[in-house]
């Protein structure tokens, strides 16, 4: 029986999604709740390895199991066995086809950076934060450059694993809301530090040091060495995850506080 889940957390804490040998990933704390109310180990696989210090808003995973329980069992009560910063928001049966990672149609990520000469405090990681004044405008005609499908190798970090560097990014959207920036992509699939290297160019435009059309330069350069060092993991979430509709799950969670 294969069920998936939908799921939340907070990336501080953790070193990222993906088991580690010290058992400090979310893979490893959901694979061990998980195993508890299955009566026996079980593997996790989720749509989206998040680095460390990057949130979940909303991330799905899948699981196999020899044993039936009530769905209600996969949601409180794996939750009971979840250490703070990580819940189950809901659980289904599907079809033994479906593949969180590899069913995945498109992702989505946000990066909530705060605009404002004072570094945050109440919210210290789990926001980004830049001191110098960003000019939005500037920062949303450096996107468009890199809408549509491209070879994001000059924002693709020296470790990343993914057979090809191209990608078709859909979406890339700069909204101020007061001090704070949100900052929206979605793409058919993301490389390693990805968007991190993306608000780090994002930044430099929008605080003048660069002109919007140098995003595109650095796109086609196809040169890491060029473009910005990589942001903080901080104010990263992934937010969305689309499946065919067949498959009838959510892209989002309606609970998350930067809506």
């Known amino acids: 029986m294969r069920i998936v889940v939908g799921l939340e957390y907070r990336g501080v804490g953790f070193c990222g999604w993906q ?15 998980v195993s ?9 696989t989720a749509a ?16 196999d199991v020899g044993v039936e329980r009530p769905l209600t069992a996969w949601v409180r009560g794996v939750n009971s066995h979840l250490p703070p910063g990580v819940a189950v928001l809901w659980a289904r049966e599907i079809d033994a086809s479906f593949h969180a ?14 605009n404002h000469p004072v570094r945050p405090g109440l919210h210290e990681g789990l926001i980004g934060w830049h ?15 890199l809408i549509g499908q491209h070879d994001f190798s000059a924002f693709r970090a020296a470790e990343c694993q993914a057979k090809s560097p191209v990608k078709e990014l859909r979406r890339a959207h700069i909204e ?14 993301f490389l390693h530090h990805m968007v991190r290297n993306l608000m780090g160019c994002l930044v430099q435009v929008g605080a003048g040091s660069q002109p919007a059309e140098w995003m595109g330069e650095i796109l086609v350069s196809r040169d890491r060495t060029r473009a910005a ?3 903080d993991a901080a104010g990263l979430y992934l937010t ?16 998350w506080l930067f809506a």
């Open 19 to 33: 088991s580690q040998p010290q058992g400090c990933g979310v893979q490893d704390a959901l694979e061990a709740a």
């Open 36 to 44: 508890v109310i299955a009566g026996e180990k079980t593997a996790v």
């Open 48 to 63: 989206g390895r998040t680095d460390t210090g990057v949130h979940a808003a909303y991330q799905v995973a899948h699981f």
């Open 101 to 114: 990672r590899f069913a995945a149609t498109q992702r989505g990520y946000r990066y909530v950076l705060l």
């Open 131 to 145: 001191h110098r004044p960003l000019d939005a405008d500037a920062m949303n005609r450096a996107a468009a450059h």
């Open 176 to 189: 101020r809301r007061g001090d704070y920036l949100l900052c929206d992509f979605q793409a058919d699939g």
């Open 229 to 231: 060092p990589t942001f």
């Open 240 to 255: 969305h995850i689309r499946y065919p509709a067949h498959f009838a799950l959510p892209e989002s969670s309606d609970r």
